[in-house]
């Protein structure tokens, strides 16, 4: 293929974009190389600068869950766009969306909507450090709760690709408040626990791990987490800003049968704009502001065109019956397709899957946390990403992330791409 034009593109970018790009993951340091332009997208397929088509496995990160340009979506923007962009005043659509969020999801009373995951998650500790007068958060390593400062210690996939877990600018008076837990190893969160008694407000936990490759949790870690909480008077936050609308209606908390006490949304929830939001019982919730002293808000919070967006996504997941099962026989389907190249073709992997999450790892042990998603051959992983673009397939430019699979995949285009492993599998 030929990406004479992106090429050119990234040039001029770099001149005046820090690293050519507006989000560090997309620059490709991860594989070498220089990133890909996108032109335009549809259903599948993106479409790059210089004509090549890719089948796209990264679907924006996870929100555009029934593929590119879809229309009852776009159809929502446009008509709403024509009506005025932004009020700073409230719009009936905020209720609609909000009304319909709260149906889907279990154990959740107010939704407070932002503009993306790192709003909603650095919002869903504030509000568990005033609910509970307590200044302490666990967090798992590898997991990744956006970039707010107190969550930016060992943050998997961005942080994780350039090898630097903690970055310069997050003071050591909000580091020490970030204890650091190991997933999949509830010891060692109770041991955390112990030796801090009294003081963590909050457990924030992926409860499938996507930000170092899909890790889905151990039996009965979940729940064990919910038990530890309760135990100690702590809350118990989801970062389902991947997960959620994407594993189910409900998302995790529905899938594994688990009650957190705060649930954080982004990516899926705005159908492709940028929304996050955070949701809890009426108790919790009760105390953000204006109701509450928790202080909280956003000018462009719960704006008409991205409420639009996320309204007609939520809506089209909510009266297709069939789509979570859908998803997760493609995904399967994917899954035991490329399982069964990489063995013809005698190359040493792991596979992990949860419903439309899926992620390949060149690694024969399995992969359950962060050292062992580490631990994973990256020289490996250059050549096969490189090699899957050559063939028309985009996965994500780095090793620890997840491949979001959508809904206008469909078995051709799966076969496709299971070819194309093949192919590729044969140079590793
Ligand atoms: C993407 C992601 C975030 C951050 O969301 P942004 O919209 O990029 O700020 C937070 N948590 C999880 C689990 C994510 O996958």
Redo the contacts with the bound molecule.
Sequence with gaps: MIYKRSSALFAEAEKVIPGGVNSPVRAFKGVGGTPIFVKEAKGAYLYDEDGNRLVDYINS??PMILGHAYKPVVDAVVEKAQKGTSFGMPTEIETKIAELAVSMVPNIDKIRFVN????A?MSAVRLARGYTGKDKVIKFAGC????SDSFLIQAGSGASTFGTPNSPGVTQGTAKDTLLAKYNDIDNVNALIESNKGEIACIII?PVA??MGCIPPKDGFLQALREVCNANNILLVF?E??TGFRLSKGGAQELFNVKADIV?F??VIGGGLPV?AFAARNEIMNHLAPLGPVYQAGTLSGNPLAMAAGLAMLKELNNDGDIFTRLEEKTKYLHEGISKVLVVNDVTHTINRVGSMISVHFDEGAVTDFDSSAYGNNDTFKKFFHGLLNEGVYIAPSAFETWFITDALSYKDLDFTIEAIDKVSKTL
């Design positions: 990160w996870g993306s995951g790192t709003e998650c990744y709760h956006g970039h992926e996507g930000n970062d800003v991947m954080c982004g990516k996050g």
